[in-house]
């Protein structure tokens, strides 16, 4: 039975509070906010209706907000700890169904896996289709949908605290000292496992890589000449040994 894929959205959560490494969202690489980067990614996906960020009420978030006005990206902004609430309120304020959550420290992204999530969850037989699961693609290719009541229906059931920080750990059941929800869910996986490449940003580590690769590669490089890039490096240096 084919899901409902009436107005798929993706929901991107982006705030400038990070512990490690504040106000990496709006960090440049090769000339752009990290965030802009990755709108501009996302946007080339072909199945999606529209993209809506989803941010905090709190001044912080200002530049956030503001960023988005610019691109003319709809922004909507809520409580900074009720993750959960805040994310489904965004929902329902851009009317999204199925909902495609996709986070700011992904600045790497690629609309073909968005776009192959999608695929996946609207031939239908899952309440909700992610990669991150079962990791296959590099960690910071991230991408999880879902339908609007099963959104609803966790913000209904995930009541605990540490359920509210995380939008989506009562689905995945990803915490094993913690109540989960009861959902068929489905793993997207690429051919080969790539699930220990960290592409995310999360550090300054990670920020020099990622810099790296918006620097070198062409602009609206696909994930795959990322990965070409770094086996190019890796014969290189093995040469120079």
Known sequence: MSA???NPVAII???MTSTRLPGKVLMDLAGKPALQRMLERVSKSKRLASICVATTVNADDDPVAA???KMSIPVFRGDEHDVLGRYVQAAQ???ADPVVRLTADCPMHDAEIIDDALEMYCAGGFDYVSNA???TFPDG????VMSRAVLDRTSAEATHPSLREHVTTYIRGSRSDLPKGDFRTGDLLFSEDLGLLRWTLDTPE???LIRDFFERLPEGFGWRDALALM???ERNEQKNV
């Open 141 to 144: 290719l991230d991408v999880e």
């Open 231 to 233: 086996a190019e490096d």
């Open 13 to 15: 959560q982006a705030r």
């Open 133 to 135: 699961i079962r990791r």
């Open 4 to 6: 409902i894929c009436s």
């Open 67 to 69: 960023l988005c006005e």
């Open 206 to 208: 990670d920020l020099v």
């Open 93 to 95: 304020w851009c009317d």
